[in-house]
């Protein structure tokens, strides 16, 4: 990005839409339920509403306004910034670890990706109508079982995401969110409304918010960080990226609010969609990772009008990762092409091909290749876990650690329009609430 002109944001909207299309994706839907199905629902909802709300907003702002000040890409902006504040080019590390985890994640989102591109197809062929729980269990295993099938949706969504990125129609694509998120929300409500005739509403309510703090443990908590982290796209230089587009005129606090809340009301929707079905049919809701495609056909398959909702919401469940992907690939991509001869178009072949070997690593883990490669966990299980609750939050932690302990205290006030009191909670927040907080789930959690 920093080889062309450093063009603006045209307008706020824009900027919210970007950021936005980055943060909403399978992480809202895929990810948020099956690890509140895992994790015990209501001890996990609320640690990670507080993540949030205690972490995500202040690195949230925090990233974009390093970007916007750097006016470069996360590295160089880092390492710029830190010489200029009299402090060491090292802070730059937390610019490539970014680089690192944007790889790492993409790697396993685009097989996830797959999946929904799968069901998608699936909805049209009418795989799904009328079909038991057994039925789409089934249906589910044979898409896990088959490596061919796996590589080839896997394969779909990649070279989804490199054409998009190559062609440098991310900005269309962002435009177009503004008519698929709504009707990602609309969809959500109508399947939060068919788990209202299920009878199992009030048990989900009770599931997800009356908390059980038994289930609560340094794991649970550590998932729910790392959640955090992943569903706002922190702690990977995405928004620092995002935030060297941004005009001076855009208010970063009122910002991150807009963004937050549109991205968390959508994962407690699809909560609310999600646990009502795996209630009724009695199904298990730590079923793992295949939680949203056990359980969502099974409401299409069974309503009125199912085959066409199945369809458009897996369509849009599909755009809404395309959408991410895309913000995953481009530091990659750029991160090649600042290093390499490389063209743009070749930077991104050459970052998507890597990114594809390693999503074929990661399929294989459901089936012919589940045995543990590290701390237990397979190739899948491991990126998913040591990106999530390792290495963003270390890195979210790098950047809200620079903003509130290396940047001139009264700039950064400024910047945000912040004074008196409401300046003190930043400062206080910034400076040692959110890093002492993830400090402590660490701890917490290696001490078991
Ligand atoms: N935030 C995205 C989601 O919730 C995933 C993502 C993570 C995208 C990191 C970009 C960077 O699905
Ligand atoms: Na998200």
Known sequence: M??????????????????????????????????????????????????????????????????????KNPINAMSELASKNGHPKAWALVGASGVVAAFLILSFYSVIGGWSLSYTLGSV?????GQDADGVAATFDGLLGNPGLLLLWHTAFMV??????????????ESAARIMMPALVVLLLVLVGYG??????????????????????????????????FTLSLGMGIMMAYGSYLGEDVKLLGTARTVIILDTGIALLAGLAIFPIVFANGLSASEGPGLIFVTLPLAFGNMTGGALLGLTFFLLLTFAALTSAISLLEPVVEFVEERTPFSRVMATLAGGMAVWVLGIAALMSFNIWPVPIMFGLNVFDFLDTFTSRILLPLTGLGAIVFVAWCLDRRSVADELNLSGGSEQLWHIVGRYVAPLGVLLVFINSLMG
């Open 2 to 71: 920093s080889k062309l002109v450093h063009a603006q944001w045209s307008s706020k909207m824009g900027f919210v839409l970007a950021a936005t299309g980055s943060a909403v994706g399978l992480g809202n839907i895929w990810r948020f339920s099956y690890l509140v199905g895992d994790n015990g629902g209501a001890a996990f909802v609320l640690v990670y509403l507080a993540c949030v709300a205690v972490v995500g907003l202040p690195v949230l702002v925090a990233e974009w306004l390093i970007g916007r000040r750097g006016q």
């Open 125 to 129: 062929i009418g795989t799904f109508t």
């Open 160 to 173: 989804l995401v490199v054409w998009i990125v190559a062609r440098g129609v991310t900005k269309g694509l």
């Open 196 to 229: 209202m005739t299920t009878g199992y509403f009030g048990e989900t309510l009770a599931f997800m918010f009356r908390p059980d703090w038994s289930a609560l443990s340094g794991d649970v908590v550590l998932a729910a960080m790392g959640q955090a982290f």
